[in-house]
């Protein structure tokens, strides 16, 4: 096989295509799937959900923050695959002394495409990543289309509770939300740093007075009372639930995630 570099810039080399896999997050795991390597698949995380039968057929390691490194020893990998987000550096650290662990590093579109074309070489399946890569971008370019006409509009997307978290800058729900005409309110960086930062509710009006907020379903499932919560303090803004999976899940997802961003303009 040819020298390969990971998405944060480290080579591997393999002798040939690794056979046992385990994938640490969950939207990559799903990418495995869609690309056909359901068998070199060893070990999942607990929040691996799609498809849901793996649940049961895969061995759980632990989550994406805390992992169980005895039982992916006994799992015998021959690749991790990781995110620069999702899994901590020094959870991939000590991994790497399990065997080689593969970062990716996912925050535009463009990035997905690679990572697409990287998992295609690196587990001998180019011609299915290259069909997915079609898909995306056929489902991408329609998507563009149909966001020609539309009006920006200012808004919050809240990710957690107790303390109240939102998408910030640089990073994917920040992309998906620039892709669908939306002016992210703190998408700035010198007065919200980190990717997620922490917000006070009660100032969201002079933090840039949004007209839609959105609460996700995961990584917090926020509920109705959530929802007249925050709006006591964003008065005309409305509120609307989103499916989290379809603005931070990366992967084959998109495909999916451009047509439930068409219906959701519809609703709006």
Known sequence: MPILKDQIGNTFEFAQSPKRI?????SQ????????????IVGITKFCVHPYHLKSTKKIVGGTKKVHFEKIRLLQPDIIIANKEEN???????LRKICPVWVTNIITIEDVF???????????????????????????NDFKHFMKEKPT????YFIWKNPHMVAGSNNFINEMLKLNNFINIYDNTEKFP?????IIIQKMKIQGDPEIVFLSSEPYPFKEE????????????????????????????????????KKMHERL
């Not at 795991?29 to 070199?40: F, K």
């Not at 901590?88 to 000590?94: F, K, S, Y």
């Not at 980190?194 to 922490?198: L, M, S, V, W």
């Open 153 to 156: 509009q200012k808004v919050a």
């Open 114 to 140: 690679q990572m697409i074309t990287d998992f295609g070489q690196l587990f001998n399946c180019r011609t299915e990543a290259q069909k997915w890569n079609d898909k995306i971008q056929y489902s991408y």
């Open 88 to 94: 901590t550096l020094e959870i991939v650290e000590e």
């Open 29 to 40: 795991t799903e990418l495995l799937y869609d690309l056909g390597l359901e068998e070199r």
């Open 226 to 261: 959530d929802a007249f919560e925050i709006g006591r303090f964003t008065h005309h803004a409305k509120t609307v639930f989103v499916d989290g999976e379809m603005f931070s899940w990366y992967g084959s997802r998109l495909s999916k995630a451009f047509e439930y961003f």
């Open 22 to 26: 385990i994938s640490l997050v969950p």
């Open 194 to 198: 980190g990717r997620y930062p922490e």
